[in-house]
């Protein structure tokens, strides 16, 4: 039987939180200086007044001291006035527990936490087809208790987020891309040249991406032609002491299920996606971490949903796929595209919220995802809505913050 285990995923990959409480976290809500929000009541703790007794006196009331904490600690497990059983906040979920070596569920501090031997942790470093100053391009780091990791498209500006993150570019060499939309591959060629640059002397930076209907439609060919476009620069950096290899697997568009990596307790599969033109595809990690223990991992890239995704994607523990909101008009007024022209693409190429929710279903992961839209208020809401037409279970935003 398969166990649960852990799984940690990163959604405001570059959020890097500023804000480090107190030796006396409780401090701040103790001073006066707090009680200067207009409808709540300020209230020393030190009186020990019951929440109760300020709950009839009505108004907004802080939260004890005790509940503040039990939220630092574990997250909220239970609605206070209802007894209901709550998300966990933060960055944890539904079935998710807590990690043993986390001090607290709380808050996460990227590259402060080690990934532990039986974790997966998923960061978001790009999460829109649309670049924007606080928003890049399509990107998916899988990092695994093995010491492994895995690129799942590298949009372009994603790469600053990696970087950001405090990722080494050496340490990154192997790059899955989907399809050969270039919100899905941008940043390659600065991947490829300063990751060599980096240190990335030992090993070749390989490539795996799909066939086309004709060779010119396929990831070599358009490995080929980077590397032509980088011919000045490839020259130029070729004073540093080491090679800067790559490799191209390009594998049958067609070949549905086939493993196109396997080492180390980690396979990854992929299958056809209907986007666009043949070659589009989607992929799976499967590790095998011990004879009890295993994680999975879907990116299922652009396209809309066929049976196909629900036949290799069933039961996956984190299914990610993209999602286009229907807010037709309002996508057209901020991207300066023409209604119909926003209508049709979602309609032909995409995957609208209520399909990405009626797809979860089919697939029951344990933790469904959606990315590859704009992060907006005027559309974060009307996403979870349609998608919660059809999926109940636990969903979150893959966005990028
Ligand atoms: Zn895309
Ligand atoms: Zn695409």
Not at 141 to 151: A, P
Request: aromatic fraction near 12%.
């Amino acid at each position: 039987m398969r166990k649960i285990h852990q799984l940690s995923v990163i959604t405001g990959a570059i959020l890097m939180s500023s804000a480090v409480f107190a030796q006396n976290p409780f401090e701040h809500y103790q001073s006066e200086n707090s009680a200067s929000f207009s409808g709540y009541k300020h209230y020393n703790y030190e009186q020990n007044v019951s929440t109760d007794e300020l709950m009839k006196q009505g108004g907004k009331i802080y939260s004890s001291p005790e509940e503040i904490h039990a939220i630092l600690q574990g997250g909220l497990k239970t609605d206070i006035q209802t007894g209901e059983e709550l998300w966990k906040e933060g960055l944890m979920f539904d079935g998710i527990e807590p990690m043993d070596h986390m001090v607290t569920a709380a808050n996460w501090f990227p590259r402060t936490e080690q990934v532990q031997h039986n974790e997966m942790r998923v960061t978001f470093m790009g999460t829109s087809p649309m670049i924007r100053p606080g928003q890049a391009n399509t990107s998916i780091y899988v990092e695994l208790g093995n010491g492994d990791n895995f690129v799942f498209d590298l949009g372009e500006a994603s790469i600053a987020n990696y970087i950001g993150a405090g990722v080494a570019l050496n340490e990154l060499d192997k790059v899955f891309i989907t399809h050969l939309h270039v919100d899905h591959f941008g940043s390659l060629p600065y991947l490829y040249q300063f990751g060599g640059w980096n240190g990335r002397w030992e090993k070749p930076l390989t490539i795996y991406g799909p066939s086309g209907r004709n060779p010119e439609d396929g990831t070599r060919h358009m490995v080929e032609g980077m590397l032509q476009m980088l011919s000045w620069h490839q020259d130029a950096f070729d004073v540093f002491p080491s090679g800067n290899d790559i490799e191209v697997v390009e594998y049958d568009f067609k070949d549905d299920g086939g493993v196109i990596y396997d080492v180390d307790g980690v396979k990854v599969s992929h299958w056809r996606r209907s986007h666009a033109k043949d070659g589009a595809s989607a992929y799976r990690l499967d590790w095998t971490i011990n004879e009890e223990e295993s994680l999975c991992f879907v990116w299922t890239g652009d396209g809309r949903p066929t049976e196909l995704d629900i036949e290799y994607g069933k039961g996956c523990d984190l299914f990610v796929t993209e999602v286009q909101t229907e807010l037709v008009g309002l996508a057209s007024i901020v991207q300066g595209v023409p209604a119909f022209l926003t209508r049709y693409t979602i309609d032909t190429h995409h995957t609208s919220g209520y399909a990405a929710g009626w797809l979860a279903n089919q697939v029951q992961p344990r933790l469904f995802m959606t990315t590859h839209m704009e992060f907006d208020p005027y559309y974060n809401n009307e996403t979870v809505a349609q998608v919660r037409e059809h999926w109940k279970g636990p969903y979150h935003l893959a966005r990028q913050t």
